[in-house]
Protein backbone atom coordinates (compact mmCIF):
# COMPACT_ATOMS: atom_id res chain seq x y z
CA UNK A 1 0.00 0.00 0.00
CA UNK A 2 1.46 3.58 -0.76
CA UNK A 3 2.10 6.07 2.41
CA UNK A 4 -1.15 8.40 2.87
CA UNK A 5 -0.95 11.86 1.17
CA UNK A 6 -1.67 12.98 4.58
CA UNK A 7 1.56 11.43 6.31
CA UNK A 8 4.05 14.94 7.29
CA UNK A 9 6.92 12.93 7.35
CA UNK A 10 7.02 13.42 3.20
CA UNK A 11 6.90 17.23 3.65
CA UNK A 12 9.34 20.00 5.61
CA UNK A 13 7.00 22.37 7.44
CA UNK A 14 8.53 25.30 5.32
CA UNK A 15 7.24 23.61 2.38
CA UNK A 16 3.56 23.47 3.96
CA UNK A 17 3.88 26.94 4.64
CA UNK A 18 5.03 28.03 1.21
CA UNK A 19 1.68 25.91 -0.49
CA UNK A 20 -0.86 27.59 1.82
CA UNK A 21 0.91 30.91 0.74
CA UNK A 22 0.43 29.77 -2.40
CA UNK A 23 -2.80 27.85 -3.13
CA UNK A 24 -4.83 28.33 0.10
CA UNK A 25 -7.59 31.92 0.34
CA UNK A 26 -8.16 31.82 3.65
CA UNK A 27 -11.94 33.29 4.92
CA UNK A 28 -12.01 36.93 6.45
CA UNK A 29 -7.95 37.52 5.97
CA UNK A 30 -6.44 40.15 4.28
CA UNK A 31 -3.80 37.44 2.33
CA UNK A 32 -1.05 40.09 2.53
CA UNK A 33 -1.12 40.68 5.82
CA UNK A 34 -1.06 36.95 6.03
CA UNK A 35 1.49 35.81 3.88
CA UNK A 36 4.08 38.75 4.30
CA UNK A 37 3.39 40.02 8.14
CA UNK A 38 2.01 36.84 10.25
CA UNK A 39 3.78 33.32 11.30
CA UNK A 40 1.62 30.64 9.78
CA UNK A 41 0.14 28.21 12.29
CA UNK A 42 -0.56 24.51 10.51
CA UNK A 43 -2.58 22.35 12.62
CA UNK A 44 -1.69 18.98 12.44
CA UNK A 45 -3.76 17.64 15.00
CA UNK A 46 -6.08 18.18 18.49
CA UNK A 47 -6.11 16.60 21.51
CA UNK A 48 -8.75 17.37 24.05
CA UNK A 49 -9.28 21.20 23.68
CA UNK A 50 -5.18 21.51 22.76
CA UNK A 51 -4.40 21.06 19.37
CA UNK A 52 -0.70 21.15 17.68
CA UNK A 53 0.88 22.56 15.31
CA UNK A 54 3.31 20.79 12.06
CA UNK A 55 6.04 21.47 14.76
CA UNK A 56 4.69 19.62 17.69
CA UNK A 57 3.88 22.64 19.41
CA UNK A 58 0.56 23.05 21.68
CA UNK A 59 -1.62 25.22 21.69
CA UNK A 60 -5.34 25.51 23.65
CA UNK A 61 -7.86 26.82 21.91
CA UNK A 62 -9.44 29.28 23.41
CA UNK A 63 -12.33 29.94 20.33
CA UNK A 64 -13.52 26.26 20.28
CA UNK A 65 -12.06 25.91 15.98
CA UNK A 66 -14.51 29.30 15.66
CA UNK A 67 -16.89 28.49 18.30
CA UNK A 68 -18.16 25.24 17.00
CA UNK A 69 -16.15 22.65 19.22
CA UNK A 70 -18.31 21.04 22.35
CA UNK A 71 -16.40 17.82 23.47
CA UNK A 72 -12.58 18.82 22.59
CA UNK A 73 -11.20 17.16 19.70
CA UNK A 74 -10.89 13.71 19.62
CA UNK A 75 -13.56 12.41 21.94
CA UNK A 76 -13.21 8.26 21.44
CA UNK A 77 -17.28 8.38 21.35
CA UNK A 78 -17.91 10.81 18.44
CA UNK A 79 -15.07 9.36 16.45
CA UNK A 80 -16.43 6.11 17.08
CA UNK A 81 -20.19 7.38 15.74
CA UNK A 82 -18.40 8.60 12.75
CA UNK A 83 -16.13 5.59 12.02
CA UNK A 84 -19.15 3.59 12.15
CA UNK A 85 -21.15 5.70 9.89
CA UNK A 86 -18.26 5.71 7.34
CA UNK A 87 -18.19 2.06 7.42
CA UNK A 88 -21.95 1.74 7.00
CA UNK A 89 -22.73 4.48 4.41
CA UNK A 90 -20.77 7.91 4.11
CA UNK A 91 -23.64 9.58 2.37
CA UNK A 92 -26.54 9.33 0.26
CA UNK A 93 -29.24 11.93 -0.70
CA UNK A 94 -32.25 13.22 1.22
CA UNK A 95 -33.67 14.08 -2.09
CA UNK A 96 -36.02 11.25 -3.59
CA UNK A 97 -34.30 9.22 -0.19
CA UNK A 98 -34.30 8.80 3.63
CA UNK A 99 -31.23 7.57 5.40
CA UNK A 100 -30.74 6.19 9.19
CA UNK A 101 -28.99 9.28 11.30
CA UNK A 102 -30.64 11.82 9.54
CA UNK A 103 -34.57 10.53 10.97
CA UNK A 104 -32.87 9.78 14.07
CA UNK A 105 -31.57 13.81 14.50
CA UNK A 106 -34.65 14.78 13.12
CA UNK A 107 -36.33 13.14 15.82
CA UNK A 108 -33.80 13.70 18.57
CA UNK A 109 -33.25 18.01 17.53
CA UNK A 110 -37.58 18.53 17.48
CA UNK A 111 -36.95 16.70 21.24
CA UNK A 112 -34.53 18.78 22.79
CA UNK A 113 -35.33 22.03 20.91
CA UNK A 114 -38.06 24.76 22.41
CA UNK A 115 -41.91 23.18 22.04
CA UNK A 116 -43.42 23.73 18.87
CA UNK A 117 -40.05 23.25 16.75
CA UNK A 118 -41.01 19.94 15.12
CA UNK A 119 -40.07 19.69 11.47
CA UNK A 120 -36.33 19.60 10.46
CA UNK A 121 -34.32 20.80 7.35
CA UNK A 122 -31.15 19.82 7.04
CA UNK A 123 -28.37 22.02 5.38
CA UNK A 124 -24.37 22.50 5.65
CA UNK A 125 -23.71 25.65 7.39
CA UNK A 126 -24.86 28.29 9.85
CA UNK A 127 -25.09 30.74 6.34
CA UNK A 128 -26.95 27.98 4.82
CA UNK A 129 -29.36 27.68 7.97
CA UNK A 130 -30.38 31.06 7.69
CA UNK A 131 -30.67 30.91 4.07
CA UNK A 132 -33.67 28.46 4.37
CA UNK A 133 -35.29 30.23 7.56
CA UNK A 134 -35.31 33.33 5.48
CA UNK A 135 -36.25 31.33 2.15
CA UNK A 136 -38.94 29.37 4.34
CA UNK A 137 -40.38 32.38 5.85
CA UNK A 138 -40.71 34.49 2.67
CA UNK A 139 -42.42 31.49 0.56
CA UNK A 140 -44.43 30.85 4.04
CA UNK A 141 -46.45 33.77 3.93
CA UNK A 142 -46.83 33.80 -0.06
CA UNK A 143 -48.55 30.60 0.48
CA UNK A 144 -50.55 32.00 3.44
CA UNK A 145 -51.74 34.58 0.75
CA UNK A 146 -50.27 37.52 2.70
CA UNK A 147 -48.46 38.16 0.15
CA UNK A 148 -47.82 41.94 1.35
CA UNK A 149 -45.60 40.23 4.00
CA UNK A 150 -42.22 40.41 2.22
CA UNK A 151 -39.97 42.33 4.32
CA UNK A 152 -37.58 40.87 7.02
CA UNK A 153 -36.80 43.03 9.97
CA UNK A 154 -33.25 42.56 11.46
CA UNK A 155 -30.93 44.18 13.82
CA UNK A 156 -28.11 46.46 12.68
CA UNK A 157 -24.60 44.85 13.73
CA UNK A 158 -26.40 41.67 13.13
CA UNK A 159 -24.14 38.55 11.92
CA UNK A 160 -25.85 35.91 9.96
CA UNK A 161 -23.74 34.37 7.37
CA UNK A 162 -21.80 35.15 3.87
CA UNK A 163 -24.56 33.93 1.47
CA UNK A 164 -26.84 37.20 -0.01
CA UNK A 165 -29.30 36.13 1.47
CA UNK A 166 -27.82 36.06 5.08
CA UNK A 167 -26.04 38.96 4.20
CA UNK A 168 -28.66 40.93 3.49
CA UNK A 169 -30.11 40.59 7.03
CA UNK A 170 -26.91 41.70 8.30
CA UNK A 171 -25.79 44.49 9.47
CA UNK A 172 -21.81 44.84 9.96
CA UNK A 173 -20.73 47.65 7.24
CA UNK A 174 -17.05 46.49 7.47
CA UNK A 175 -18.12 43.17 5.99
CA UNK A 176 -21.81 43.72 4.12
CA UNK A 177 -21.61 47.05 2.62
CA UNK A 178 -19.96 46.44 -0.83
CA UNK A 179 -22.54 43.42 -1.17
CA UNK A 180 -25.60 46.43 -1.04
CA UNK A 181 -26.64 46.28 -4.67
CA UNK A 182 -27.06 42.61 -4.27
CA UNK A 183 -29.13 42.65 -1.50
CA UNK A 184 -32.63 42.72 -0.73
CA UNK A 185 -34.59 45.34 1.44
CA UNK A 186 -34.60 45.11 5.00
CA UNK A 187 -35.62 46.95 7.95
CA UNK A 188 -33.03 47.42 10.37
CA UNK A 189 -33.45 48.31 13.85
CA UNK A 190 -30.20 48.73 16.94
CA UNK A 191 -29.80 45.84 18.72
CA UNK A 192 -30.63 46.81 22.20
CA UNK A 193 -27.00 46.23 23.15
CA UNK A 194 -27.03 49.53 25.13
CA UNK A 195 -29.26 49.13 27.82
CA UNK A 196 -28.94 47.13 30.55
CA UNK A 197 -32.48 46.61 31.27
CA UNK A 198 -35.52 46.41 29.40
CA UNK A 199 -37.70 49.10 30.07
CA UNK A 200 -39.89 51.47 27.93
CA UNK A 201 -36.98 53.08 26.37
CA UNK A 202 -34.97 50.18 25.58
CA UNK A 203 -38.59 48.61 23.72
CA UNK A 204 -39.69 52.02 22.23
CA UNK A 205 -37.87 51.45 18.98
CA UNK A 206 -38.87 47.71 18.52
CA UNK A 207 -42.65 48.41 19.72
CA UNK A 208 -42.12 51.74 16.89
CA UNK A 209 -41.28 49.58 13.95
CA UNK A 210 -43.73 46.80 14.19
CA UNK A 211 -46.62 49.33 14.96
CA UNK A 212 -45.52 51.24 11.66
CA UNK A 213 -44.37 47.88 9.62
CA UNK A 214 -45.78 45.07 11.21
CA UNK A 215 -48.39 44.41 8.66
CA UNK A 216 -45.57 44.30 5.96
CA UNK A 217 -43.40 41.95 7.85
CA UNK A 218 -43.05 38.25 6.47
CA UNK A 219 -40.19 38.18 9.48
CA UNK A 220 -37.44 39.05 12.41
CA UNK A 221 -34.30 37.59 12.65
CA UNK A 222 -32.62 37.84 16.10
CA UNK A 223 -29.27 36.66 17.91
CA UNK A 224 -31.08 35.83 20.63
CA UNK A 225 -29.55 36.77 23.69
CA UNK A 226 -25.98 37.99 22.28
CA UNK A 227 -25.06 39.26 18.85
CA UNK A 228 -21.28 37.33 18.55
CA UNK A 229 -19.27 38.88 15.45
CA UNK A 230 -20.13 42.24 16.23
CA UNK A 231 -18.05 42.01 19.23
CA UNK A 232 -20.13 40.05 21.99
CA UNK A 233 -22.66 42.68 22.53
CA UNK A 234 -25.92 41.32 24.91
CA UNK A 235 -29.45 41.83 24.77
CA UNK A 236 -31.18 42.89 28.05
CA UNK A 237 -32.84 39.46 29.36
CA UNK A 238 -36.36 39.98 28.62
CA UNK A 239 -36.29 41.44 25.42
CA UNK A 240 -36.30 38.52 23.71
CA UNK A 241 -39.37 37.51 25.24
CA UNK A 242 -41.04 40.61 24.72
CA UNK A 243 -40.12 40.47 21.00
CA UNK A 244 -41.67 36.75 20.87
CA UNK A 245 -44.75 38.69 22.10
CA UNK A 246 -44.90 41.35 19.52
CA UNK A 247 -44.66 38.75 16.90
CA UNK A 248 -47.65 37.14 18.24
CA UNK A 249 -49.44 40.40 18.30
CA UNK A 250 -48.73 41.42 14.57
CA UNK A 251 -48.45 37.87 13.33
CA UNK A 252 -45.11 37.59 12.30
CA UNK A 253 -42.71 34.83 12.33
CA UNK A 254 -39.86 34.90 14.64
CA UNK A 255 -36.62 32.99 13.23
CA UNK A 256 -33.74 32.52 16.12
CA UNK A 257 -30.35 32.02 14.52
CA UNK A 258 -29.09 30.32 17.27
CA UNK A 259 -25.60 29.06 15.06
CA UNK A 260 -23.64 30.47 17.64
CA UNK A 261 -25.07 30.66 20.86
CA UNK A 262 -27.11 26.98 20.69
CA UNK A 263 -25.37 23.88 22.22
CA UNK A 264 -24.55 25.40 25.28
CA UNK A 265 -22.63 28.72 25.07
CA UNK A 266 -24.89 30.65 26.64
CA UNK A 267 -25.12 28.60 29.54
CA UNK A 268 -28.21 26.25 28.59
CA UNK A 269 -28.51 24.40 25.85
CA UNK A 270 -30.52 26.94 23.49
CA UNK A 271 -30.36 30.88 24.85
CA UNK A 272 -33.92 30.49 23.73
CA UNK A 273 -34.52 28.62 27.06
CA UNK A 274 -33.62 31.43 29.06
CA UNK A 275 -36.38 33.77 28.32
CA UNK A 276 -38.95 30.55 27.41
CA UNK A 277 -39.36 31.54 24.41
CA UNK A 278 -40.21 29.16 21.28
CA UNK A 279 -39.55 30.58 17.77
CA UNK A 280 -41.28 29.62 14.50
CA UNK A 281 -38.12 29.14 12.74
CA UNK A 282 -34.65 28.02 14.86
CA UNK A 283 -31.12 27.95 12.67
CA UNK A 284 -28.58 25.88 14.11
CA UNK A 285 -24.81 24.85 12.92
CA UNK A 286 -21.55 25.12 14.65
CA UNK A 287 -21.86 22.93 17.68
CA UNK A 288 -24.45 21.07 16.36
CA UNK A 289 -22.04 17.93 15.27
CA UNK A 290 -19.97 18.82 18.46
CA UNK A 291 -17.97 20.84 15.73
CA UNK A 292 -16.52 18.13 14.00
CA UNK A 293 -18.08 18.05 10.94
CA UNK A 294 -20.23 20.77 8.57
CA UNK A 295 -24.32 20.03 9.41
CA UNK A 296 -27.20 22.59 10.02
CA UNK A 297 -30.71 22.29 10.88
CA UNK A 298 -33.49 24.81 10.38
CA UNK A 299 -36.14 24.00 12.62
CA UNK A 300 -39.77 24.93 11.96
CA UNK A 301 -43.19 24.68 13.29
CA UNK A 302 -46.07 22.78 12.28
CA UNK A 303 -47.63 25.78 11.09
CA UNK A 304 -45.28 26.39 8.84
CA UNK A 305 -44.35 23.18 7.73
CA UNK A 306 -48.64 23.17 6.77
CA UNK A 307 -48.23 26.20 5.11
CA UNK A 308 -46.23 24.15 2.27
CA UNK A 309 -48.00 20.72 2.76
CA UNK A 310 -50.54 20.52 -0.41
CA UNK A 311 -51.18 18.53 -3.57
CA UNK A 312 -48.06 17.92 -5.85
CA UNK A 313 -50.04 20.30 -8.82
CA UNK A 314 -50.34 23.36 -6.01
CA UNK A 315 -46.48 24.07 -6.77
CA UNK A 316 -46.34 24.73 -2.97
CA UNK A 317 -43.28 22.62 -2.68
CA UNK A 318 -39.78 23.99 -0.84
CA UNK A 319 -37.76 24.30 -3.78
CA UNK A 320 -34.39 24.20 -2.13
CA UNK A 321 -31.88 21.62 -1.33
CA UNK A 322 -28.39 21.11 -1.04
CA UNK A 323 -26.23 18.03 -2.59
CA UNK A 324 -25.14 16.91 0.87
CA UNK A 325 -28.19 17.70 2.97
CA UNK A 326 -28.55 15.24 5.55
CA UNK A 327 -25.18 13.48 5.47
CA UNK A 328 -25.12 10.47 7.48
CA UNK A 329 -21.45 10.72 9.31
CA UNK A 330 -22.63 14.38 10.25
CA UNK A 331 -25.72 13.46 11.45
CA UNK A 332 -23.88 10.45 13.65
CA UNK A 333 -21.60 12.66 15.24
CA UNK A 334 -24.59 15.60 16.02
CA UNK A 335 -26.50 12.06 18.00
CA UNK A 336 -23.14 10.99 20.04
CA UNK A 337 -22.54 14.62 20.44
CA UNK A 338 -26.20 15.37 22.15
CA UNK A 339 -25.93 11.90 23.78
CA UNK A 340 -22.76 12.91 25.64
CA UNK A 341 -24.31 16.37 26.46
CA UNK A 342 -27.34 14.44 28.02
CA UNK A 343 -25.64 11.82 29.68
CA UNK A 344 -22.89 13.60 31.54
CA UNK A 345 -25.24 16.64 32.35
CA UNK A 346 -23.26 18.90 30.78
CA UNK A 347 -25.53 21.86 30.99
CA UNK A 348 -26.00 20.88 34.57
CA UNK A 349 -22.75 21.85 35.41
CA UNK A 350 -22.41 24.62 33.70
CA UNK A 351 -23.52 27.74 36.12
CA UNK A 352 -20.64 26.95 38.49
CA UNK A 353 -17.91 26.90 35.37
CA UNK A 354 -19.64 30.32 34.28
CA UNK A 355 -19.62 31.35 37.59
CA UNK A 356 -15.71 30.64 38.01
CA UNK A 357 -15.31 32.54 34.40
CA UNK A 358 -16.96 35.75 35.51
CA UNK A 359 -14.68 35.57 38.72
CA UNK A 360 -11.36 35.37 36.80
CA UNK A 361 -12.54 37.58 34.45
CA UNK A 362 -12.46 40.35 37.04
CA UNK A 363 -8.94 40.71 36.47
CA UNK A 364 -9.20 41.76 33.14
CA UNK A 365 -12.06 44.16 33.28
CA UNK A 366 -10.06 46.49 35.54
CA UNK A 367 -6.69 46.92 32.73
CA UNK A 368 -6.31 49.98 31.62
CA UNK A 369 -7.05 49.46 27.89
CA UNK A 370 -10.34 47.44 28.97
CA UNK A 371 -13.38 49.19 28.38
CA UNK A 372 -15.37 46.40 28.56
CA UNK A 373 -15.70 42.54 29.78
CA UNK A 374 -18.84 41.12 27.95
CA UNK A 375 -20.23 37.71 29.17
CA UNK A 376 -22.90 35.55 28.69
CA UNK A 377 -21.97 32.15 29.93
CA UNK A 378 -19.00 31.04 28.02
CA UNK A 379 -18.90 33.69 25.21
CA UNK A 380 -16.64 36.70 26.17
CA UNK A 381 -15.67 39.54 24.52
CA UNK A 382 -13.28 41.65 25.98
CA UNK A 383 -13.08 45.43 24.12
CA UNK A 384 -10.01 47.11 23.84
CA UNK A 385 -9.85 50.68 23.72
CA UNK A 386 -6.74 53.58 23.25
CA UNK A 387 -8.31 55.30 26.12
CA UNK A 388 -11.56 53.95 27.59
CA UNK A 389 -12.43 57.14 29.49
CA UNK A 390 -13.29 59.41 26.62
CA UNK A 391 -13.96 56.24 24.01
CA UNK A 392 -11.17 56.67 22.31
CA UNK A 393 -10.85 53.45 19.79
CA UNK A 394 -7.14 52.31 18.52
CA UNK A 395 -6.33 53.70 15.16
CA UNK A 396 -7.70 50.60 12.56
CA UNK A 397 -4.56 50.01 11.34
CA UNK A 398 -2.53 49.20 14.75
CA UNK A 399 -4.75 46.29 14.64
CA UNK A 400 -4.51 45.91 18.29
CA UNK A 401 -6.89 43.16 18.94
CA UNK A 402 -4.24 41.41 16.41
CA UNK A 403 -1.51 42.08 18.42
CA UNK A 404 -3.19 40.35 21.50
CA UNK A 405 -3.54 37.46 19.48
CA UNK A 406 -0.04 37.10 18.56
CA UNK A 407 0.84 37.58 22.37
CA UNK A 408 -1.34 34.48 23.24
CA UNK A 409 -0.04 32.38 20.73
CA UNK A 410 3.69 33.11 21.95
CA UNK A 411 2.06 31.86 25.26
CA UNK A 412 0.65 28.71 23.68
CA UNK A 413 -3.14 30.17 23.44
CA UNK A 414 -4.65 30.55 20.48
CA UNK A 415 -7.62 33.11 20.60
CA UNK A 416 -9.20 35.49 17.61
CA UNK A 417 -10.38 38.94 18.03
CA UNK A 418 -13.22 40.69 16.29
CA UNK A 419 -11.75 43.78 15.29
CA UNK A 420 -10.62 45.25 19.34
CA UNK A 421 -12.99 42.86 20.97
CA UNK A 422 -10.61 39.50 22.63
CA UNK A 423 -13.20 36.99 22.28
CA UNK A 424 -13.15 33.86 24.35
CA UNK A 425 -15.20 30.91 23.08
CA UNK A 426 -14.11 27.91 25.03
CA UNK A 427 -15.45 24.69 24.39
CA UNK A 428 -17.97 22.89 26.79
CA UNK A 429 -15.44 19.90 27.91
CA UNK A 430 -12.59 22.69 28.89
CA UNK A 431 -11.54 21.40 32.05
CA UNK A 432 -11.15 24.47 35.11
CA UNK A 433 -7.56 24.57 35.41
CA UNK A 434 -7.62 24.90 31.18
CA UNK A 435 -10.00 28.04 31.71
CA UNK A 436 -8.28 29.07 34.51
CA UNK A 437 -5.05 29.47 32.20
CA UNK A 438 -7.06 30.92 29.18
CA UNK A 439 -8.10 33.94 31.04
CA UNK A 440 -4.98 33.99 32.91
CA UNK A 441 -3.21 34.43 28.96
CA UNK A 442 -5.88 36.54 27.77
CA UNK A 443 -4.85 39.07 30.22
CA UNK A 444 -1.04 38.55 30.12
CA UNK A 445 -1.49 39.26 26.41
CA UNK A 446 -3.81 42.07 26.65
CA UNK A 447 -0.84 43.99 29.41
CA UNK A 448 1.90 42.77 27.03
CA UNK A 449 0.10 44.59 23.69
CA UNK A 450 -1.37 47.53 25.47
CA UNK A 451 1.05 48.41 27.64
CA UNK A 452 4.61 48.06 25.52
N1 LIG B 1 -25.25 33.00 12.31
C1 LIG B 1 -24.52 33.37 13.36
C2 LIG B 1 -25.19 33.97 14.55
C3 LIG B 1 -23.13 33.20 13.35
O1 LIG B 1 -22.40 33.61 14.39
C4 LIG B 1 -22.54 32.63 12.20
C5 LIG B 1 -21.09 32.44 12.14
O2 LIG B 1 -20.32 32.89 12.97
C6 LIG B 1 -23.35 32.26 11.14
C7 LIG B 1 -24.71 32.45 11.22
C8 LIG B 1 -22.75 31.66 9.89
O3 LIG B 1 -22.33 30.37 10.14
P1 LIG B 1 -21.30 29.65 9.13
O4 LIG B 1 -19.98 30.31 9.36
O5 LIG B 1 -21.32 28.23 9.56
O6 LIG B 1 -21.82 29.85 7.76
Not at 61 to 88: K, T
Not at 230 to 245: D, F
Amino acid sequence: MCASLLDMNQYNPEEMVAWDHHYVWHPFTQMKSWCENEETLVIARGEGCELIDIQGRRYLDGISALWVNVHGYDHPEINAAMHEQIDRLPHSTLLGQANVPSILLAKKLAEITPAGLEKVFFSDNGSTAVEVALKIAYQCRQQEGQTQRSKFLSFGDAYHGDTIGSVSVGGIGLFHAVYHPLLFERIEIPYPAEHKTCDDACLQPLREVFEKHGSELAAVIIEPLVQGASGMRLAPIGYLRELRALCDKHDVLLICDEVATGFGKTGTLFACEQEKVSPDLMCLAKGLTGGVLPVAATLATQRIYDAFYDEYASKKTFFHGHSFTGNPIGCAAALASIQILEREKMMEAMPGRIERLTKRLQAIASLKHVSEVRQRGFMVGIELMQNPANGEPYPYETRMGHRVIEEARKRGVIIRPLGDIVVLMPALAMTEEQLDRLVDVARESIVAATES
